[in-house]
């Protein structure tokens, strides 16, 4: 009998845990109010925008291939071999 009741306290626990994780936005349990919907509705515009924003300015900056070398202006340069002279 004690084992039993320690199972159902557990399950209780955990069924309780998940039940706080479920959101208000699409749970038929909780319906939302005209304002809620509208805020909603706002955030999504706005996330939209700032998407597209930020996808606009990514195409304005140039794709580079070259390799960099932060540390090319405290090295000396490469000696010159027989190859290049």
């Known amino acids: ?17 998940s039940y706080a994780q479920l959101s208000s936005i699409g749970d038929a349990a909780v319906p939302l109010t005209a304002d809620e919907r509208a805020e909603i509705a706002k955030q999504k515009r706005e996330e939209k925008a700032n998407d597209e924003a930020y996808k606009s300015t990514m195409k304005r900056f140039p794709d580079s291939n070259q390799k960099v070398d932060p540390w090319g202006g405290i090295r000396p340069p490469a000696p010159a071999t027989a190859g290049n002279k």
Do not use: D, G
């Open 1 to 17: 009998m004690r084992i039993l009741t320690v199972a159902v306290v557990i399950s209780a626990l955990l069924i309780q845990a």
